[in-house]
């Protein structure tokens, strides 16, 4: 009975059919790998069940073959060295595939070393923070794509299961944080607008957009669209909101106010009425001084400071400060720049200066700033109960002033502009932030998956969803959990460091010839270093694994360099297959010629 | 005396061809004054070669032809253009010089669909043109679901106009050497970087063309030689290696690969001939055997030269590996019909050798001969030399099985009576095949153990690699259903012919039709008719064969 199945198994009909069978699977994989996409003809052929069933039956097909012709004599030699051949380069595969390990690292040029491998295998990485232990659970991404219900994911030993009990629902190919705004409960002022916009020549459907902008949020203050900008204005009362709709002279504005941290002591002084006068602190130690205002700040010629003009473009302001820290004096000088805090510069005696912030505030509207002359600017004014207003301005044209309600189109008739209008205004704006799921953009390169997490406990029932390399903290009945999606690493025996990374290029030209990094591998236990260079099909082998060239970039930040690291147990039967097989082959066809035509002979007659 | 004439007829094809190719290309060479400049060398595409080759590359870059007839119908070659616009005041920008052979381009962007050649100045001087151009590839920028041939070739367009206009300017191409691998200079740069020195190659040029321009004599050469002097002692001799340039000047006049297929064709019809006289017929043999030899080892010179030439295997695209199949299936034929004389392997091999080349020779926009330097990955002279040419020998195998498939499966129908033949060839066509598994499968192993080594996995179910491997499987398919006995001698020879199919998609296919994976610094595009016409051909040419050989099997039983 066994001995007919392993027949039937073994028989080289069954191996025809499986080869045809395998041929036709691999040429329409190829065709829709070219009008698909790699990943899809992975998760559809080469990385699905029933081929690896396939490859197997053939793998059993083989080791039947070679049983079924035993005893063995001299003539099967060739025969059975090539399927022992191919017998080990599966085994050897099916090695690798369980215990190679398979990483990444990512090293720039001069910096640190790195003493672990990314893998592409995903994790979701569970910790108590209050007690500093942790769990790294495995994620298998296409059994959760495939799974009807989630998937539990094991807490114990650092959460026992009354506290939380934690699933995995799904995994979203790319997420990204989108802006919810809500009404605060503080009811402070601290405005936001919903404004749409659309575009006036509706050629698409789709063509309209939703967008926030939101006072207190520096980066939603303005928004840009092509050579229009829409800034957001808030007035709290009906006289703040007189002031910005028929402004004063630029006299009656003032300068802003510069704030001044010093050493933990706080000072606030309006510029205008404080130049060329010392200012002291409330406990009266400290005095400072507004030397000089730069309405529209230039460096001249001879480097040094001046105003080109009245108008405050680019406002700065010259101060000096002084204090006594025991016997010892201590001053400043300094600039200060309105627009441009990251520019500020300061000279410090006798004092530390991270201890000294200088924080210079002049609230004008865009309208005010002759930068923007060429720009077309909306400002929408968000004033007391519920008041809309905009004042817009073309570039070289007179301000236009009105009122506006919800919903209602803002009455501009500039050419190519969208059609904007408000569609919510929360007076006590809070910011939130929600991941939710968007279409992959291919042609981006990046991507932010995200996996949704159902989490269980006591008056606890919720979704959450963790972006990829995002931590994330709750607190369950006291206890701080963080989660962290992210890919596996896997620790190190030594440590590498990027020394340099070189491309040369073909003569005359850009095109890179090789890419080369030089690095210094250090024996963690001995301390032992080793410096080597590493280039494609020139890798290096250390510690077990084989440490190959595998991208790089050159950016602003530095060179950085990425190195594949492969540890394969299963290699030297990959190779050792190979060699039996070439030997087989050329036993069985090459190491007697005349049996062949002998048999062929047979052949022929047997035909006729 | 049909068959008498039909072979006149046959043998007079290689005379008419040799003539119409070969000597039309080098007749001029010796009153034109611009041949001396050959051997300029300038550095291009990241390597240095001769001017004679820069001028090839880019005439058949702007033209798709590698000679040129004017307006007024005077023939020029690439190095008379080029070196004309190098020195001359021809007005080339007026020239109907650049190709647009897309009609769907052409439409898109308002030219003239019955025109093939526009001039520089019909383009350039076009603003809607231009324009047009430049949005059809900003376009396909922006939406990956555009017609991506289109903006290919609005890019080939563009980067023509880029080439006259680069060509024709006195700044043309980098020809003054620096020293130490180092970018080369134009003249400009030239008299910058050397000062005086760069000063008198001025002087040198200024002359060459003065000379040039009146026509051209015995000064020219002196002319060329006194600047070659001036060249040469800018930097150390290795940075002006003149030796090396003389070789590719050599090696792009003698055309050994198109040599070597007219030999193929002349050796064909000799032995042709050899089978059907009786008298003569030993002779003519020997005759054929020696047209064969020569022209296979026509294909080794080539092969040598172009591996000095670029210091490497020459074997790392479609050009060099067609070129070496070629190559492959001429030495297994000329060993086999040393061995055993049988006229047969020598009429497949030249039959299929030649067509081979012929593809290879006349196409070269989709065939790419230039020698370019190799892209990283490749840099590894071991294991691209045995890998890839253990695969090319495997597919010269198959190639000299296809051709032994055609001879056997027209003697199964044609000449069944002829049994010992059939039989011998059966034989022959079966050892090919094993020839060409060995050799495959080493091939594909070596790949996948490289593979393991510069891409850090054995095997990835690349398209290449799989469709090796599916090729591969075809032919063990075969193999193995023969010792099953489900296909006999005619089903052997017709699956040969089948199967060969499979290893054009393995070699061309998966480049040029499915273009996606790993091995895409062997990309390329075009030919895909050609292609089509010769699978549907086979396809057809088996088909009919079956049905015959069936009908008779029946009647005969």
New interface residues.
Partial sequence: MYSRLIAHLGSMRLAVVLIGILSVILIWATIYESTHSTQEAVSLFYGSVWFSCLLLLLGINVVCAALVRYPWSKRHRGFLLTHAGILLILIGAIIGLLLGKEGYITLKEGAGSVDAITTQREVIQISRTDRAEFLKVPLEINKLKSASVPIPIELNPIIPKDILKVSAVTRYENTEEQTLVVESERKSFSPALQISLSASRGNSANSEIEEWLVLSDPEKQVLQFGPLFIQIIGAETQKELDQILNPPSLEKIGFGNIFFDIEGEKIEIPVKESLNKEIRSTNGNIAVTLKEYFPDFRMDDNDSPVSISETPNNPAVHYYISWEKGEEKCFVYGFVFADYPELSMMKVHGADEEQIKVNYKFNRSMLDINAWDDSNIICLVAGPENQLHYIARRAGEDKKIGTLQLNEKIPLNWKMNPAITIKKYVFSAEVLSQVVPIPLDEEKGFSRPALELNLNGENLSTNLMIQWNRPFEIQVKGVPVLFLYTDEKIPLDFEIQLLKFTMPTFEGTTMPASYESLVRVTDKKSGEAVERKIWMNHPMTYGGYRISQSGYSDSIGGKTSTLQLLSDPGSFLKWWGSILIMIGILFMYFWRPFSLRNSSRRNEKNSE | MSSLRCVILLLLLPVWLLENQCLALDKNSIDIPSSGLSLLIV??????KPLDTYARENLIKLTGRSKWKDSEGGEWTALEVIADMFLGTNNWQKEKLIKVGHILLKKEVGLDINEKFFSYQDLHTNQELMKNLSQIIRIEEDA?QYDKTLSFEAKVLLQKIRLVEKLTASEAF?WIPAPK????FSLIEGIEFYKEKGKNIQQNYENLKTVYLAGGDRNFSDCVNILFENLRSLVSPNDYPQGKIRIEVFYNNLHPFRLAWIACLISFVLMLIANQQKSLGKAIYWFGLGVFGLGTILQVIGFILRTVISSRAPVTNMYEVLVFMALGASLIAFFYELFCRSKIFILSAAVVTAVVLILADNLPTVFDPSIQ?LV??L??NW?LTVHVITITIGYAAFLQALGIGHISVFYYLFKPQEEKSI?SL??FN??TM??G??FL??GT??G??WA???W????G?D?KE??A??AL??Y??VL???????I??FGLNAASILAFQGIIMAGYG?NY?????KHSYGFGIGGEEIVAIFVGIEILLVLFAVIRYRMKRLKND
Avoid: M, N
């Fill in positions: 550095q291009d595409g990241g390597r240095k990956p980098s691998g180092e970018s080369w330097p990283p990955v840099r590894s294991w039989q059966t034989k079966c050892r094993q020839i598994v060995f499968s080493a192993l070596l996948a153990l393991e080594k510069a850090g996995r054995f095997w179910w398209p799989t469709w491997l599916i499987l075809i063990l398919a193995h259903a023969r010792y099953v006995g489900w006999k001698g998966v039709i499915l273009g996606t994976g």
